[in-house]
């Protein structure tokens, strides 16, 4: 390589500690001082994907900190990603596409077929960047899981890369974690970590500098900042919908909108834009007792949609949605959900389970059939229905993107007037086809098109026909949402709280 890209790694004292969004933050922040910055994550495993421009599958995680970089994301920046299917096993994509599965009993053997694809990402990222940020997984003092490393400690020892070790102190127990972790990793690791950042902290920062005083001396290795809890700053998420944020309610909500939060949900951050709307109050339904009569149900996408459909059905959800449906409420399915309100999934070559055909709800005139080959694209098109949801839509474009390992096709040669969607390009090459499904009354749509109600105009449209609907009016959330000053304002709260100097000195920055 002719040059080799600077390094700086964020490694946590477990998951959903903080190491992405301190990812994503110095990311924004090196490329506000004018680096061009990359982020890096050997192995993934979520069930919140993204499709990169040339149809690659990539974590959304890394797709949020390239945003944040200010550069395309690529396969590159997450060269293996893991989608937990069950208890143990995951579906295995390797660069982009799907390569098989990795069960559990396994997963110390992941470094004999994958290490060479990791290294080789990241060897890529580092001769076309000039910083690559690199973000671990879980917590690298998982001593049962070290042998088989590939995201974590294996990671900095190959790019000599310093390390800074983030703990999450909402949790509880912060300085034992902290300490802990830098006691049960080898010697040679240790030396890597160069600082370590608190992340989640409320209240008086005087009270915990006693602590912190006393860790630095214990792990010989200082506190570079305490990172404050904060609520005021939207940056997607990596996992599922949490306690704190399953539903979100104003006193200016005209409209209920609830979320059937599936146990395999997928791609949740589709729903992001709804939550931030003034007119909505959204919530995330886990069992039949709480779905009540809900203005719109949305079914989300999954990993696993007959084992899903399988809860709706002995949950009672499945029977209470298609009455809903029957009655007027407005449902609406994304990718899997979208799978599911047709008539029937077929499944002949055992793609994703052992029933060669299941029921669906029945809601639309579609069937499906699993095949073997996942479709992963970036889509733009247009509305091309001026029914029930869609009415006053006609016409107006959107983008978003795909990923299934399902066709989906009219049962009928009627329902071929009910597409509501005309798709333009896929991955960037032109098409003339259509994307999805409505009912009859139009009340019911299906699609496969991840993102859709980041289209400003398209989701102010399918909301004011409910309402409209409902009785009621309100003027939904204009198009005054800037992803890239949210990443702004989390830059700027992280300059504030950490020692920038010394994480730029560590990263041989200047």
Known sequence: MASVARTIMIQGTGSSVGKSLLVTALCRILRQDGYDVAPFKAQNMSLNSFVTPDGAEIGRSQAVQAEAAGVLPSVDMNPVLLKPEVDYRSQL?????????????????RKEGLWETVTGALDRLRSEYEVVVIEGAGSPAEINLRQGDIVNMEV????????????????????????????LIATEERALIKGVVINKFRGDVEILKPGLNQLEEMIDVPVLGVVPYFRDIYIPEEDSPSAENISHATDDAVLDVAV????????????DPLKRDAGVNLRYVRSLDDLGSPDLVILPGTKTTVSDLNYLDRSGLAKRIRQLARDGTAVIGICGGYQMLGESIRDPLGVESDNPEVRGLGLLPVTTTFVPEKETHQVVGTSASGVGLLEGS????????????????????????????????????????????????GWVLGTYVH??????????????????????GTDFTADDFSQSEEFDKLAALMRDSLDMDAIYAIAGLG
């Open 451 to 472: 993102g859709l109600f980041l289209n400003t105009e398209l989701r102010r449209s399918i909301l004011s026909r409910i309402a409209s609907r409902k009785g009621v």
């Open 156 to 183: 900095a020892l190959y790019s000599n890369s310093p390390v800074l070790l983030v703990g999450d102190i909402d949790k509880g127990g912060i300085f034992a974690s902290l300490y802990g972790t830098v006691c």
């Open 93 to 109: 994509v390797v660069m982009g596409k799907p390569v098989g599965h990795l069960e559990s009993k396994n997963f110390n053997r």
């Open 394 to 441: 006609e016409g107006l474009s959107f983008e978003g993107y795909e990923i299934h390992m399902g066709n989906s096709r009219p049962s009928n040669e009627h329902s071929e007037n009910n597409r509501p969607f005309r798709i333009a390009t896929r991955s960037g090459v032109p098409v003339d086809g259509f994307d999805g499904a409505l009912s009859e009354d």
């Open 260 to 271: 059937i939060a599936l146990p395999h949900i997928a791609n949740f951050d589709d729903f």
